[in-house]
């Protein structure tokens, strides 16, 4: 099953925490747990991409001292003016808009009587599946 993923939600430092603790509660085939960590793996590598490429974007647009550290002003990096800082956050924008896109054998199944909060799984989204329990 294919899976997309905007790329703004993958870099949320929830996104990853959310799915590996619903897959430390989560009993489920061995075939599927391989399937789901090489998911994480790839998704973990497309974070780190996704980071590097903000960074870069910025090193591009902010003000750098003159051994080419940037410039911050308390956490926030300084920038030449308004433009170059719309630029790149622009770019940036863009790029977290992008569509990541990963497979797996089958969705995370959640009971619909199972508590979890709008949203997480909203975060979540595609990867989770919630069905009926079934009567005893």
Do not use: H
């Not at 599927?32 to 490429?53: E, G, V, Y």
């Not at 090193?59 to 550290?69: A, F, H, L, Q, T």
């Not at 410039?71 to 770019?91: I, L, R």
């Amino acid at each position: 099953m294919e899976i997309k993923i905007r790329n703004g939600f993958l870099v949320k430092p929830e996104f990853l925490q959310l799915v590996e603790r619903l897959l430390q509660t989560r009993p489920m085939p061995a075939k599927a747990c391989l399937d789901i960590n090489a998911a994480i793996d790839k998704m973990t590598s497309q974070i780190n991409t996704i980071r590097r490429t903000r960074n870069d974007i910025i090193m591009r647009y902010c003000v750098k001292d003159k051994d080419g550290i940037p410039v911050t002003d308390g956490n926030k990096y300084t920038f030449p003016d308004d433009k170059a800082k719309q630029v790149c956050f622009k770019e940036i924008g863009d790029v977290e808009k992008e569509f990541f896109t990963v497979d797996i054998l089958e969705q995370i199944t959640m009971y619909d009587d199972e508590t979890i909060t709008p949203v997480e799984l909203r975060v979540l989204g595609d990867l989770v599946k919630v069905v009926e329990r079934p009567k005893a």
